[in-house]
């Protein structure tokens, strides 16, 4: 996380408009309209601050609430570029460094054609001048309803180098006329540290729990009076918390990529092979040899996979012939799809993401009915009842994406339920680049407080060139799921150089080498590995804190070493166990 100058971390670069000025003047204070017939003015909203509004929290955890009730109002607005623009200052942004914006916005008829919709979207987006050339990087996207309230937007950028020219930071998006609201505004440069010893903390209370251990004598051991003072070693030997990675035909014949893979991930999932598009690429023509050799695979090493995916919403993602059907040949193929692989591999993969990407794409429910996704569930529950069946769709962590926020998933979950749907889980896919830790527990949040099901990262990629930033970048998200206790586990898109679906996002090099980025996600598994060591109490108690998981303790006496084992699970009191030794 270097920089070459000194970083104000948390100061706001763009003023204070919401803070409550003396006046008007003051209020719009650095703020410019965009379009050639935008006004703005400013304007005080009846609660204070709007009571509908959550507050924010810092790179700390502490909460932010608006510091005050004014705000800026864009009016006959032309277009979705046309809204407002604040100038930040000259050298204020440092390369390398994330930046999030934060803020509340909303929407309201100006009377124009479109001023009548249910909900528009509204964006924030950084205009860098590169020496005459103008680069726009999106820094918050979200929907907002004309009949509703304020939206809090969020979001984060990273300059890779000093801009030679002026930035600013443009609000805009919504139709014309459609009235843009903005208050509250914050351009701040994120304090990763803090957020990490943040974490650290609520690490502690989420996967940790205390543990005693009561000793007391058995065979071998003459009597329990001798066991106080014996020697105590506590070793972690796995995490209920797994992380896991995708794996295809390929990369498992590489001696290096399954050095890596065995030694550091505990689950798998088939990047390509259990696709519809792989398994029946021509009508009729089923190959499972693929997918059944991967599992070999997984069975050999003790991983177990995921089951993706059964179907894939998006068009593009389609085999022709499937495009080809009727709606009855069409509804004949999706019930032959689901009774050909769930009852092939019933009770081998105990996840299915069951119709992936359906924020993006509306295939066979625009086909079927829309009913089709929620059949697909309840077909895929009758037929392999132990597996747990999952949504799973991109860009829901990132905030800058309008059909894919948490509330929008949230929508399609109930959705499914209403239809009869077994939804088991929510996967958030995790292809991300320049994460923001508070942007993604601000989504994880708001998932688990509306669905109460458990999530899970499901293809996590880290898309930076700089290995040290690519490495920062992977802890934010390993650390934000590992601290909140919605999340059951995380699974990665690949981590070898030249064998991935992404650029720059490698773990592993292609000769092996584990780079920085690597190295970052064995050190973190060390540290949420647990490893005390002590001795026995006079009351024959060794007492320690662990990671949940499944352990082996070594208990040293005058005749020996004896060594048992034992499982710390999730709880909020102290687990006592009875060891007799």
Known sequence: MACTREVAFGVNLIGNNGAAPADEASSLAGWAPVGSRTTLSAHVEKDDPPAAMLPAVDDGGREHRPSGSRYVLAARRDGE???????????????????????????????????????????????????????VLGCGAVCAGVAGGWVEINGAFRLKA????????????????????????????????????????????????????????????????SIPGAAVRVVQMDNVFPLGTCINGSVIQDPNF??????NFDWAVFENELKWYWTEAQRGQLNYRDADALLDFCDRHGKPARGHCIFWAVDGSVQQWIKDLGRDDLASAVRGRLTGL???????????????????????RDRLGDDAAALMFREAARLDPAARLFVNDYNVECANDPNA???????????????????????IQGHVSNPSGEVICGALDKLAASTGLPIWITELDVSEP????????????????????????????????GRMWRQDASLVDADGTVNEAGQRLVNLRREWTSDARGTIDGDGHFTFRGYHGTYVVQVTTATGKILKTFTVDKGDTSLVLDMEI
């Open 342 to 364: 769930l009852s092939r591999y019933a009770g081998r993969f105990p996840h299915y993401d069951v119709n992936n990407e359906m924020l993006h794409g509306r295939f066979y």
């Open 466 to 497: 700089d290995v040290s930033l690519r490495a920062d970048d992977l802890e934010v998200v390993l650390r934000e799921a590992y601290a909140h206790p919605a999340v059951a586990g995380v699974v990665l898109w690949g981590f070898m150089q």
């Open 162 to 225: 000093t801009p030679r020219g002026a930035t600013a930071v443009h609000v805009h998006g919504a139709p014309a006329g459609v009235d843009v609201k903005l208050m509250d505004l914050r351009v701040f440069a994120a304090d990763r540290k803090a957020r990490f010893r943040h974490l650290k903390e609520k690490t502690d209370k989420v996967r940790k729990r205390d543990v005693v251990l009561k000793f007391s004598g058995g065979a071998g051991v003459e009597a329990t009076a």
């Open 405 to 427: 926020t948490p509330e929008k998933y949230i929508e399609l979950i109930d959705a499914l339920r209403r239809g009869g749907a077994a939804v088991g889980g929510v996967g």
């Open 81 to 135: 570029e046309d809204g407002l623009r604040h100038p930040v200052p000259a050298g204020a942004l440092v390369p390398r460094v994330t930046y999030r914006v934060a803020g509340w916005v909303a929407v309201q008829s100006g009377g124009g054609e479109h001023a009548g919709g249910e909900s528009h979207v509204v964006r924030v987006s950084l205009h860098v001048d590169d020496g005459g050339e103008c680069r």
């Open 258 to 263: 399954v050095d890596f893979f065995t030694n």
